[in-house]
C-alpha cells in the first residue's frame, strides 16, 4: 500500500542547533515534494519545492533533499531559533496525479533555549 | 499576498443538519481545493476544482458535495453532517498545476 512516513514523535532541539525532518515514502512515483510548516489552528505556510529531478535545494536557513532512490526526503533548518518550533508536513505530487497532493502526517519541531 | 478566507473559524452543528462551509481566494488561481485534518491522519483531500461548474473528487468523497459557480469562491457542502464529520477543514487554492498551495486558516467543524 502508499504510504507517506514522518516522524510522528515530536523533535526537540536546542537553539543554534540544525533541525533535520525525515519524509519517506513507499509506493508512490512523486514528480515532485513540498514542504509546509504549519503552526497550532492555522493553515499550512509553503516552505519550499523540489523536483524529481533535483537533488537538493536551499532557500535562507532551510535545504532540502530528495532521494528517489532511497524514497526519502530530508528537510533541515540550520541555526534553529525557538521561532522555527512548529509542525512541518511533506506532501507528494505524483506522476500522472494532476494537481493533487498527497500529505504526511507531519513532524513537530521544538526548538530550546 | 494570496489571501484564502474561510467564512468560520469554529463552527459547532448537529447531527443531521445541513452545513455550509464557504471560501474565498482573491488572486484569480485556477483551482482549489477542500481538505480535512484529524490527528495522526494529516491531511486528506475531500474535493477540488479546477475551473468554475468543474470538479473532482479526492479521496475521501463520501458525505460531501461542493459547488464552484464563481472562480473566487469554493464551498464545501455536507448534506446530512454526522459525528465523524467533526474536524479541522481547510481550503487552499493555486494558480496553475503543480505548483504550491494557499491554504486559509481552517475551520474547526464540531458536530453534536
Known amino acids: 500500500s502508499q504510504k507517506i512516513e514522518q516522524n510522528s514523535e515530536a523533535l526537540n532541539i536546542q537553539e543554534g542547533k540544525t533541525a533535520t525532518l525525515t519524509c519517506n515514502y513507499t509506493?508512490?512515483?512523486?514528480?515532485?515534494l513540498q514542504w509546509y510548516r504549519q503552526d497550532p489552528g492555522r493553515g499550512p505556510v509553503f516552505l519550499l519545492l523540489i523536483r524529481e529531478n533535483e537533488k537538493e535545494k536551499r532557500k535562507e536557513r532551510l535545504k532540502v533533499t530528495f532521494d528517489t532512490t532511497l524514497k526519502q526526503s530530508l528537510f533541515h533548518i540550520t541555526a534553529s531559533q525557538p521561532a522555527d518550533s512548529a509542525t512541518y508536513l511533506c506532501?507528494?505530487?505524483?506522476?500522472?496525479?494532476?494537481?493533487?497532493?498527497?500529505f504526511g502526517t507531519g513532524t513537530q519541531l521544538k526548538v530550546e533555549l | 499576498d494570496v489571501k484564502v478566507t474561510q467564512s468560520s473559524r469554529y463552527l459547532v452543528k448537529r447531527t443531521g443538519e445541513k452545513v455550509f462551509l464557504e471560501c474565498v481566494q482573491d488572486?484569480?488561481?485556477?483551482?482549489m481545493f477542500w481538505y480535512r485534518q484529524d490527528p495522526g491522519l494529516g491531511l486528506r483531500l475531500i474535493y477540488f476544482s479546477y475551473d468554475v461548474k468543474m470538479k473532482e473528487k479526492g479521496d475521501i468523497p463520501e458525505g460531501y458535495s461542493v459547488s464552484r459557480e464563481k472562480k473566487e469562491r469554493f464551498s464545501l457542502i455536507l448534506e446530512s453532517a454526522s459525528t465523524n464529520q467533526t474536524s479541522m477543514y481547510l481550503c487552499?487554492?493555486?494558480?496553475?498545476?503543480?505548483?504550491?498551495?494557499?491554504f486559509g486558516s481552517g475551520t474547526q467543524l464540531s458536530v453534536l
Open positions: 509506493n508512490y512515483s512523486p514528480a515532485y
Open positions: 487552499a487554492s493555486n494558480p496553475t498545476t503543480n505548483e504550491k498551495l494557499f
Open positions: 506532501a507528494l505530487g505524483l506522476t500522472g496525479g494532476g494537481n493533487k497532493l498527497t
Open positions: 488572486m484569480d488561481h485556477e483551482n
